[in-house]
């Protein structure tokens, strides 16, 4: 482990100890609901994680690196961005994908695009974007985040 690991570890255990301190009760009730929250999003963790696997078993990275890499980068860009649109993955599994498919050969600009738009753009959460905030401001939201992510992309494509 990494000294900013251990860093967070021992933050968390030692403000955990100061709230039972504070109110044991209202801390034993907090990590009730934690667990079970926890226990609600495990199933959709695990099936992304497998989903993943089992894309990455079908479509390597080294085939979806020699796809990409046929393609013009700007076109290659704008696929993967829209790609990143359309799914829903989080992103402590975001990121290892996206450094398989770099040292697969995957461009950076396609790469950013498609982390950037995963964790920016949500068309799989605009219907409930929508309902708490109204479509006007999920649309706008959603489109200006699509067009950023593009110019993150190429951005981070001209630094790298």
Known sequence: MDIFTIAIWVI???????????DKSKTKEALKKALFMGKGM????????????????????????????????????IAAAAFGTV??????????????????GVGIMPSVAFLTTLTMVGVATFPLEKRAFGTKFAVTRNILSFAFAIIIALVMGVIL
């Open 12 to 22: 968390t255990v030692g403000l955990l100890m100061v709230s039972f301190m504070k």
């Open 42 to 77: 495990a199933l959709s963790i695990f099936a992304v994680i497998f989903a993943i696997g089992l894309i990455l078993a079908i479509l390597p990275p080294e085939q979806i690196a020699y796809i990409i890499g046929k393609q013009n980068i700007f076109i290659a860009t």
């Open 87 to 104: 799914i829903l993955i989080p992103a402590f599994i975001a990121f290892p994908l996206i450094g398989t498919l770099a040292s697969a």
